[in-house]
């Protein structure tokens, strides 16, 4: 037997020195003892002092006890491999005999340390660990179970998918009825540890929990009631859990599971409220949610509309009573990270004129209650509310309006900003009932914003903002002047909130109102530049948001001297400002990438300067990411947005500047550059650098062309559709490619062509990819059709049906170009398809006159090929409309 091991006093009075100055406030005090614990952590035995601190020694106060522990759960993170064994042995029997400390702090961290030294693969190296702590779950001293039981929670949170695996002799098949039978303990506190157990094994089906699913479901409904708010939670999370796995086993008692979360979304305990509210939120995903709830529906909206009201404790942290705050800097803390979304080319569609966006509009993003813990009541209850109006339609109306009128003319403004809330949630699911309403309620929203409460006038923008697709169908004069002209008001409002949602609010109505809003430019950059000089860090980002979409909305209109000298000036200012490695260079680049391609040749006297910066900051990135690689100890890895960014921003130069940056592209090593990031492991930078590619393709290819050789390879591997946007961006490069090799193209086919025929008749591929996809084959056989042509009866119908529905432009001109070629080198390979063939051709509004000569020669030589007779009895296949296009157009 290995005697004990024992603490030098001296080394434990030292590390008891330590532990107080840690707890100083003073940040260089920190600073120092961070230090000095590095030093310790030398020593071997460091670790057994700070175990011997947190479970030997009672003398000492629990916080300095409970911190020792957590010190220690700190180096098992980072150095538990260099633990020699008989430390990690000492601190694994010390932890099995501490879990039933007397209080709670000390047992909460020894559970946190035993789960720590279980999640570092340790639960093969630790057998005794889980049969033990299931053991002591059955002792009669409640600290003991309770500690035991707290520990396994952690470790079923944490390791909850190698406990159901067979590298441990599947414990669960064990743990799990023995935690059923704790759901009657005495303890509220036990109960509540052993539902969350059992909690972690629903999502995953577990085998061992679906085996005992009905005892689970009959012990829950048992603990419904519960009086202890942490039991009542628990259960409400288990039920949502459940209708997402398990619907078939909740089926029979919906009725009363319904009725009874309709009480818990009422409970006193906002945390219990806010588990049963996400049960709505996920019964609206659920095909029978309709035919269960709709009963239920005259219950259910005063509820939800009631929890979204600000509770007094949100008014008080939103600092909702300070309505001037517009001179006070930001938190640098409250600032969230942006994500940069990578360019992605796309086509535009018949009639919209506006690329697609993936719906990315939900609720939770624009309601921006950010300084909140982030979810509460009142956002699940909006959330939910608008996933039920998807679900219920005007049937939902009947039971909101007569509380909206109640709501929104009420003299408490609390109240008062909850129906405006509640008027946002619903838009999007209740559009078309709203419409005889909206040309009373419109007006009454844009007089709240000048609402005397900051809070109120906020939310006003945000609800404006999701009626914005309708106030632009109107005549202009009638709703989107007047809402123009108060939101650019709140735009300059004193309040940073305000500020915030106004202008969130306007990029919305930018994006809805596109050209409409020409007649209004001067006004509104007016507003937007004089904002710069008064917004404080957070919103200055959201700033450039606005101007960005400005940009994109109106296009070419801005390219107007006095609107160039308005707007170019605070930017290029903010540009020089600042350094490269300042994350605000994120917004600021998207924002001038937008403008540069708007401005076109209106960007020329900005080009230089910006073109120069975007280079050094690939080349930056580049180097350090190399730096990191060869040596990782040495130098920090790069963060590749830099280079993402400043990668989008030259092919917005590109667009916008066409054939002018040919000279800028000349004097620098941008290809070089392009070559490396084609290579990047990282799929947004390749996203990038194609997108890149094709724009300087377009622009100026006598540089592109010498690298072909190089590129052409690069650009085959990447057609993996699993990267739907890195995907879609090489074999839109490879069609401008093409276009610009002509026949040189011929030794590049055999590396794209195959894979692109395997994409274009995937099941489920995005409509974007499969339209570019289609573009870039056609473009193949234009420039090459003795090579593409033999493969046309493997691709014609797909290709025929994802280009009927894109506008008339160059992309889809050369594209048909191509496939009237390949026709003609092999029109065996269109007869089964020829209806498609037909029907693409009159997706033509207005097809160049040699182009509409090409479609008729097929049309009729395949007429005279099979003979009227049959001609007539094909065509009578046709719809009617479809039938008439031909005739009136091409006389078949």
Request: aromatic share 8%; with cysteine.
């Amino acid at each position: 037997m290995e005697c004990e091991w024992k603490p030098d006093e001296q080394g434990l009075q030292q590390i008891l020195q330590l532990l107080k100055e840690s707890q100083s406030p003073d940040t260089s005090t920190q600073r120092s003892v961070q230090q000095r614990l590095e030093q310790l952590n030398q020593y071997p035995d460091f670790n057994n002092y700070l175990i011997f601190v947190l479970t030997k020694l009672k003398s000492e106060d629990e916080p300095t006890r409970s911190l020792s522990g957590l010190i220690l759960k700190n180096n098992v993170k980072a150095h538990y491999q260099n633990f020699p064994n008989g430390v990690s042995d000492f601190i694994k029997s010390e932890c099995l005999q501490n879990i039933g400390d007397s209080s709670p702090l000390i047992r909460a961290t020894v559970g946190i340390l035993i789960t720590t030294i279980a999640s570092k693969g340790e639960l093969q190296n630790w057998p005794e660990l889980l049969p033990k702590l299931c053991l002591l779950l059955d002792s009669e001293d409640y600290n003991t179970c309770e500690g035991a039981f707290g520990a396994l929670q952690k470790i079923c949170e944490d390791s909850a998918e190698i406990l159901d695996s067979d590298m441990l002799d599947r414990p669960l098949n064990i743990m799990i009825p023995k935690f059923l039978q704790f759901f009657k303990h005495s303890s509220p506190k036990i109960r509540s540890h052993a539902i969350a157990c059992v909690n972690q094994f629903i999502i995953s089906r577990t085998q061992a929990l679906m085996l005992h699913i009905d005892p689970f479901i009959e012990n829950l409904f048992a603990l419904a009631t519960d009086e202890e708010s942490e039991v009542r939670k628990n259960v409400c999370r288990a039920l949502v859990m459940l209708l997402e796995v398990r619907l078939d086993r909740l089926l029979p008692h919906m009725h009363n599971i319904i009725e009874y979360m309709l009480l818990r979304t009422q409970d006193q305990d906002e945390n219990v409220a806010l588990e049963a509210c996400e049960f709505w939120l996920t019964l609206a995903e659920q095909p029978v949610c309709k035919e269960v709830l709709c009963g239920h529906l005259s219950q259910l909206t005063p509820v939800l509309v009631n929890g979204m009201k600000y509770s007094e404790i949100d008014i008080i942290l939103l600092k909702g009573d300070i309505e001037e705050d517009e001179a006070i800097p930001d938190n640098e803390q409250d600032i969230r990270p942006r994500f940069h979304r990578s360019r992605t080319v796309a086509q535009q569609h018949e009639g919209d004129g506006i690329q697609e966006e993936e719906e990315d509009d939900e609720m939770d993003d624009d309601d921006d209650d950010d300084t909140i813990s982030d979810w509460n009541l009142r956002k699940c209850s909006a959330a939910a509310l608008d996933v039920l109006a998807n679900v219920f339609r005007d049937e939902l109306l009947l039971h909101i309006l007569p509380l909206l009128k109640e709501l929104l003319f009420h003299p408490e403004w609390v109240v008062k900003e909850s129906g405006i809330l509640v008027l946002g949630a619903i838009a999007e699911g209740c559009m078309q009932g709203m419409i005889p309403y909206l040309p009373e309620l419109i007006p009454h929203l844009v007089q709240c914003l000048s609402d005397k409460k900051a809070l109120v006038r906020s939310i006003t923008c945000w609800t404006l903002s999701r009626y914005a697709h309708w106030v632009v169908s109107q005549p202009p004069d009638t709703y989107l002047k007047p809402l123009m002209t108060e939101l650019l008001k709140r735009i300059l409002d004193s309040n940073k909130r305000v500020q915030e949602a106004a202008c969130s609010a306007f990029a919305t109505l930018e994006e809805e109102a596109c050209t409409e809003l020409v007649p209004y430019l001067a006004f509104i950059l007016d507003t937007l530049v004089f904002a710069f000089s008064k917004y404080q860090h957070k919103n200055l980002l959201i700033l450039y948001d606005a101007i960005g979409t400005l940009a994109d909305s109106v296009g070419h209109h801005l390219n107007k001297p006095e609107y160039i000298q308005m707007l170019m000036p605070p930017l290029i200012q903010k540009w020089n400002q600042l350094k490269d490695e300042d994350k605000d260079l994120f917004p600021l680049l998207e924002c001038l990438s937008s403008v540069a391609t708007a401005l076109q040749s209106g960007f020329l006297p900005y080009c230089e300067p910006v073109y120069q910066r975007c280079v050094n900051l690939v080349q930056k990135t580049l180097a350090q990411a190399m730096l990191h690689q060869s040596q990782p100890d040495q130098y920090e890895a790069p963060d590749k947005d830099f280079m993402i960014v400043a990668l989008d921003l030259l092919s917005g130069l590109a667009e916008g500047l066409g054939g002018t940056i040919e000279q800028l592209v000349a004097r620098s090593n941008i290809l070089t550059l392009m070559y490396q990031c084609m290579q990047d492991k990282m799929p947004e930078v390749r996203q990038s650098s194609f997108a890149l590619l094709g724009d300087l393709t377009k622009a100026c290819f006598q540089h592109v062309k010498p690298c072909i050789a190089d590129f052409m390879p690069i650009l085959g591997t990447n057609l993996n559709p699993e990267l739907i946007s890195v995907c879609n961006n090489a074999t839109w490069a490879i069609g401008e490619i093409s276009i610009q090799m002509g026949p040189e193209m011929q030794p590049y086919i055999a590396m794209a062509l195959h894979q692109l025929v395997e994409i274009i008749n995937r099941p489920n591929t995005p409509k974007t990819l499969l339209e570019n996809t289609a573009i870039t084959i056609g473009r193949l056989g234009y420039v090459c059709p003795q090579e593409v042509a033999p493969m046309l009866q493997q691709f014609i119908r797909p290709w025929c049906t994802s280009l009927r529905n894109i506008r008339d432009n160059e992309e889809k001109d050369s594209a048909f170009r191509g496939i009237c070629t390949m026709i003609s080198v092999n029109p065996g390979g269109v007869v089964q398809d020829f209806i498609f063939f037909c029907d693409a051709v009159a997706s033509w509004v207005n097809p160049k006159d040699d182009l509409r000569d090409m479609f008729c020669k097929i049309l009729h030589g395949f007429k005279n090929q099979v003979g009227d007779e049959n001609w007539q009895r094909f065509s009578d296949q046709f719809p009617m409309p479809l039938k008439e296009r031909l005739a009136t157009f091409y006389g078949v």
